[in-house]
């Protein structure tokens, strides 16, 4: 007799939305399907990179990327960056893979939207990424917001922007936010940056944030893009 009683109430919609949401691990399956069914990407963008004790030149130039982790930096003017690992410029490199546990944690308004929180902890011990806390947008299957805690980087936080290329969760814009003491340039950029002229000090500087923000202009997606791309020259 209950069970009938919860089926009619569902029915009619008596129910909360909670209560009929997504199950967390389905929510996260659907959303990681979605994010690494883009193989690769050519992409024109402009990066600006603020640290408090560096300045560095906004730069532009061209971004090419192939799952799982290969990212190449040609900057306009010819010179090519090979980014460190620790500089996440892509969200397939602070999603998960593998078996994962996911435990939902409520739900956000952020910037208008109501977010679904879902934690994920990988199963494999020897992962890279401890733990990612992700707020899902459920309607459009979209990662909002990422706060991923990794072994050897500490924790990156990254905002999303989406427009023209929603339907491969693939954003406009991208904020990353990381700890000033585990920040490094990639291969290339420490080449023409230039230190403050106002030092601080090293115990002010470890709890300060820095920021890499990414404007994706165009993308060029899943042509099948060389592994000979990434070559060092």
């Known amino acids: 007799m209950k069970r009938l009683l919860v089926c009619l109430l569902i029915c009619l919609g008596v129910l909360t939305p909670r209560a009929r949401a997504t199950e967390p691990d389905q929510l996260f399956e659907s959303l990681r399907r979605k994010i690494l069914a883009v193989t690769d990407?050519?992409?024109?963008?402009?990066?600006?990179?603020?640290?408090?004790?560096?300045?560095?030149?906004?730069?532009?130039?061209?971004?090419?990327?192939?799952?799982?982790?290969?990212?190449?930096?040609?900057?306009?003017?010819?010179?090519s960056i090979l980014p460190r690992r620790n500089v996440h410029l892509t969200l397939n490199n602070l999603v998960p893979t593998g078996n994962v546990t996911v435990i939902d944690a409520g739900t956000?308004?952020?910037?208008?939207?109501?977010?679904?929180?879902?934690?994920?902890?990988?199963?494999?011990d020897k992962s890279e990424i401890i733990l990612a806390k992700i707020w899902v947008d459920e309607a459009?299957?979209?990662?909002?917001?990422?706060?991923?805690?990794?072994?050897?980087?500490g924790t990156v936080n990254m905002e999303m922007e989406y427009g023209k290329y929603v339907n491969y969760s693939l954003p406009d814009k991208v904020t990353i936010i990381m700890d000033i003491k585990d920040f490094k340039l990639p291969k290339g950029v420490a080449l023409d940056y230039n230190e403050s002229t106002d030092?601080?000090?090293?115990?002010?500087?470890?709890?300060k944030k820095g920021t890499v923000q990414i404007s994706y202009l165009s993308y060029e997606i899943n042509k099948g893009l060389s592994d000979a791309v990434f070559n060092e020259e």
């Open 108 to 124: 956000e308004m952020k910037n208008g939207r109501n977010l679904r929180i879902i934690k994920v902890i990988p199963e494999d």
């Open 41 to 79: 990407y050519t992409a024109q963008v402009k990066i600006k990179i603020n640290v408090t004790y560096m300045r560095i030149p906004p730069m532009a130039g061209t971004l090419y990327f192939k799952a799982p982790d290969k990212m190449r930096l040609e900057r306009r003017g010819g010179l």
């Open 140 to 153: 459009h299957m979209l990662a909002m917001h990422l706060e991923t805690t990794t072994r050897n980087e």
């Open 199 to 207: 030092p601080k000090p090293e115990k002010e500087i470890k709890n």
